[in-house]
């Protein structure tokens, strides 16, 4: 037996465990969420989970469709989905993590995954997604909100330097298995 396979399990293993102790901080997080009245933007609800699970798979290759059917009824607050004449057009789902600081902690949250329609991109509908998600993340004391996107999705990249968003670093193995991803942050305080 090869000694790649002998570490890969307990590496799964704690993985899993380091997302189910995040998933649970970010439920406690958003517990007391305050949300904002948005045109054509609210929190998922079931019966439009399979739109988005359909829009997700055009968008992505290497689906986690287990990921949003999660976080649709346990992160549900901050699992956006945005409609055009009650269709569902797109969607975003944040995930809420904890910064410790010498004052205490603050609160960052993470874009977990965006998608828009193929029929819809490009006609604004990202951006108000994006740019509404983002006033409720400071009505709620976000400190700044991070996302990745692979190096090679130029129209993306643009979006979120449009909304605010500005490269940190690159890193790999984080938008997929050996891709090449731009860390981008928004601050918000």
């Keep these: 037996m090869s000694l790649s396979k002998i570490y890969t399990k307990p590496i799964a293993y704690l993985t899993s465990f380091k997302r189910l102790i995040r998933d649970t901080i970010g439920a406690l997080l958003i517990r007391d969420w305050k949300q904002m ?17 359909r829009i997700q798979g055009e ?30 057009v797109g969607y975003s789902v944040y995930y809420i993590i904890l910064i410790p600081t010498f004052k205490g902690f603050k609160k960052k949250s993470v874009v977990c995954s965006i998608s828009i329609d193929r029929n819809f991109r490009k006609q604004g509908f990202g951006e108000k ?8 993340m400071r009505l709620n004391k976000i400190a700044s909100v991070l ?14 330097e449009k909304v605010g968003f500005r490269i940190i670093r690159e890193t790999t193995n984080i938008c997929g298995e050996n891709e090449r991803c731009y860390e981008m942050e928004l601050s918000l305080v």
Excluded: C, H, W
């Excluded at 009245?37 to 699970?53: C, F, S, T, W």
């Design 147 to 160: 996302l990745y996107v692979s190096v090679n999705n130029a129209s993306a990249i643009k979006l979120y």
């Design 129 to 136: 997604l994006l740019e509404e998600s983002i006033q409720e």
């Design 37 to 53: 009245e948005k045109k054509n933007i609210m929190p998922i609800e079931g019966v439009m989970l399979p739109e988005v699970l």
């Design 59 to 88: 968008g992505f290759e290497n689906q986690r469709q287990d990921m949003l059917i999660r976080y649709s009824t346990k992160l549900k607050k901050i699992f956006y989905v945005i409609k055009s004449q009650n269709q569902v």
